[in-house]
DNA sequence: TTCGTTGTTCGCAAAAATACGAACAATTTT
DNA sequence: AAAATTGTTCGTATTTTTGCGAACAACGAA
């Protein structure tokens, strides 16, 4: 059991849940985004929502930036990429 | 939160533990395996690889056919290459 | 038919994930 | 300074995941 392959598994883990999904392909739409923004168009609570969020930056897939009284959420673009290239060779792209 | 969100969630929470990340990996090396030969790589009990191979299974990326006394596994081909473009989308590849 | 091999299922336990509302903290606006 | 905004953290409950050993089932071999 490699390194690389707990560091995919660890990134895969992050994205095994439908809300961490949408919030990465959204951040890969546009860079940034706010917590209150998902908070509109997702139907789960706050507080949830901030759990999700507290997910992805723990596995190094996003960064919260403050911004008051908000905070801006970006990718974590060298996370990202070491995550894309583990998941390309994982799956011989 | 669209179907495909739904589905690459679903692969990847499969793929969130490592010894599911090194199974599919030994079966994108050679075709095939059985529980056995992995069983003596891995540090686990058979009933928890057991039930790892299950995990795979319900995912939809592994099949088993039986070849007695044993249980041949292989990569679902059908599946692996829907979860291979989904994750290629994802990570925009 | 009895024994051995292979792997699953069962029963249990501990840990982690999911989700919510309420309370809290930080900052801006009024 | 008081009120509003934004989002986190706390407390709690439920469900799922992870893991083990023992028991079981299916099949081939002796």
């Known amino acids: 059991m490699s390194d690389d392959q707990q560091k995919l598994a660890r990134y895969a883990k992050a994205l095994g849940h439908p809300v961490r999904v949408y919030v990465m392909q959204l951040l890969g739409q546009q860079s940034c985004c706010y917590s209150g923004d998902l908070s509109e168009e997702l139907p789960i609570a706050k507080s949830t929502l901030s759990q999700h969020l507290k997910e992805l930056k723990d596995a190094g897939l996003i960064q919260g930036e403050i911004e008051a009284p908000r905070i801006k ?8 990429s070491e995550a894309q290239e583990l998941f390309k060779t994982f799956f011989k792209i």
Chains 1, 2 share one sequence.
């Open 73 to 80: 959420y970006c990718v974590n673009k060298e996370n990202w």
